[in-house]
């Protein structure tokens, strides 16, 4: 079955104490990018990857990091957690930015205290 | 830059009624559009999509939705909500020369009445 898998789908922390999501696609598609969710907000990107070895900066980045190593895995690193990133996240995959489907994982609901 | 507006982060409709969520877009080269619906506790899954080829795209569970250039627009319609309908819907946009980013509208949260 094709899907993106998330790990955590829940996660409480602490400030300052740095934090891992995973995700990984089994589509074999190139293109992978992390959005956060807040209410009224909408989505907003946070970090995108063509492939592997190759990311960039979305329109919220402040306080992440990204690694593409693997073509299906891209984790979102928090390195030292802040109230403000308490939010839902979402990974999604798709064989190309502009006119293809994105596919998404479950979400990680991310609560930093 | 690109940008998408939605109208009303939350409408309401009997079951039956017709279903009409709006979308508006900004973007200075052709753009492809999307829309998505996002269930309780789910995460995103397309609903249709708009590449530049026929301006009244259908897609799953009856929803379709037309493009207008004149009026920057891709609204969504569905003739007949059912209960099952509800849920939050986001229209998106990209475009090719942008550095490959989406850009998500807020989103409508839509509540079927029985």
């Known amino acids: 079955e094709a899907q993106v898998t998330q790990n955590p789908r829940y996660l409480i922390t602490v400030t300052g104490k740095k934090l891992t999501v995973t995700c990984s696609q089994n589509m074999n598609h190139e293109y992978m990018s992390w959005y956060r969710q807040d209410p009224g907000l909408g989505l907003r990107q946070i970090y995108y990857?063509?492939?592997?070895?190759?990311?960039d900066k979305g329109d919220v980045p402040e306080g992440y990091k990204v690694s593409r190593k693997e073509k299906r895995n891209f984790p979102l690193i928090l390195e030292s957690p802040s109230p403000n990133q308490t939010s839902l996240y979402f990974c999604a995959s798709s064989f190309s930015p502009a006119n293809t489907e994105a596919f998404f994982g479950q979400g990680t609901r991310l609560t930093v205290v | 830059a690109q940008s998408v507006t939605q109208l009303g982060s939350h409408v309401s409709v009997s079951e039956g009624a017709l279903v009409l969520l709006r979308c508006n877009y900004s973007s200075s080269v052709p753009p492809y559009l999307f829309w998505y619906v996002q269930y309780p506790n789910q995460g995103l899954q397309l609903l249709l999509k708009?590449?530049?080829?026929?301006?009244l795209v259908k897609g799953i569970n009856g929803f379709e939705a037309e493009f207008k250039k004149s009026e920057t627009s891709f609204h969504l319609t569905k003739p007949s909500a059912h209960m099952s309908d509800a849920a939050e819907y986001f229209c998106a946009v990209s475009v090719s020369n942008t550095g490959n980013q989406f850009y998500f509208g807020t989103g409508t949260s839509l509540t079927v009445i029985p």
């Open positions: 708009y590449t530049s080829a026929a301006t």
């Open positions: 990857s063509m492939n592997v070895e190759v990311t």
